[in-house]
């Protein structure tokens, strides 16, 4: 009886190879076509990936702007005044070298952002730049940090740096006791005081990290900057010192190290177009590089007033 598998006819194989059996895979022309497709799909990605991480690390800064905003805020309602943005002798001006008492604003909030253990980690009978407080200041705080930014997180010595500072201006000036910010020299300013209002009064924005200031804790231009500069060292500047960018050469060496310890420059963020700022009513707004000069200083000048439209910035 014949087998019932030699009554099934073998179908023949669409593809065969050399020695006749069946070929599995793609050819060469296939496969350069298939990697091809796959780096156009990748091309096309890219882009819409970048950016919805820029959205992320966006508003994780604008979060964190926010929080400070807070402790602003409860900081203010304790002692009915704003921390001072710099912590001194006399009227200023506040060099950028790590010399004198120099503790800044940011040491006033941390225990309105649960960071009181780090508070009382430092000795305030001392200078912040005592050996006794250095290890104090190599606390990363990543509320202090902008996510975009990739500047060094911390120094040679693994103080640790911000991507934050307050307003200490509407100028490019020393930090002093004379400034027209709300966070200086010394400053004791009331929100009775912003009498151009809370909302349309800068109180924090982003600055380009360098990793090369003396970090979060100093009330120096680490931590205070003003709008006398233009966004991220573009724009309206003709002449001097581009903040966190190019600098000119000094027309006379013999004063260029003073000028430089004077000098604290603007804002700027690693965020395409502009940079997150906290107003003094808690909001955290996107202002755009384009900004006009007046009305950039107009924005951190407590008391000029005059009334800003937001469509200005």
């Not at 001392?126 to 250095?134: C, E, H, T, V």
């Not at 709300?182 to 005081?193: C, D, G, P, R, W």
Request: charged content about 20%.
């Amino acid at each position: 009886m014949p087998s019932r598998s030699s009554d099934v006819p073998h179908a023949a194989p669409l593809l065969s190879g050399e020695d006749g059996g069946p070929r599995f895979g793609f050819t060469l022309i296939e496969l350069l076509v298939v990697i091809a497709i796959i780096a156009v799909l990748i091309a096309l990605l890219l882009p819409a990936v970048q950016s919805a991480r820029e959205a992320a690390r966006r508003a994780q800064c604008l979060n964190n702007l926010m929080q400070i905003g807070i402790a602003l805020q409860n900081y203010e309602g304790a002692f009915e005044v704003l921390p001072p943005g710099s912590v001194g002798d006399g009227n200023g001006p506040v060099l950028d070298q790590p010399k004198g008492y120099g503790f800044g604003w940011m040491v006033g909030v941390l225990p309105y952002m649960e960071l009181k253990n780090v508070y009382n980690h430092f000795n305030y009978k001392i200078g912040l730049y005592d050996q006794a407080n250095l290890t104090t200041r190599t606390n990363l705080v990543r509320s202090f940090l902008c996510p975009s930014d990739s500047g060094a997180v911390r120094d040679s010595q693994r103080v640790a740096m911000t991507s934050y500072a307050g307003v200490h201006h509407d100028v490019e000036a020393p930090i002093a006791a004379d400034n027209h910010g709300v966070l200086f020299l010394n400053s004791a300013i009331s929100y009775e005081k912003i009498t151009d209002g809370s909302s349309q009064t800068i109180f924090v924005g982003e600055k380009l990290n360098n990793g090369l200031d003396q970090g979060w804790a100093s009330g120096t231009r680490s931590s205070l900057r003003n709008t006398g500069t233009p966004l991220a060292g573009g724009g309206w500047r003709s002449t001097g010192v581009v903040v966190d960018g190019p600098e000119t050469k000094p027309l006379d060496p013999k004063e260029a190290e003073e000028a430089q310890l004077r000098y604290v420059g603007g804002f700027g963020s690693r965020h395409p177009g502009g940079a997150n700022f906290l107003f003094g009513d808690g909001s955290v707004r996107f202002i755009k590089s384009t900004i006009g000069a007046n009305v950039f200083q107009l924005l951190a000048n407590r008391a000029d007033g005059e009334a800003i439209d937001s469509d200005q910035y």
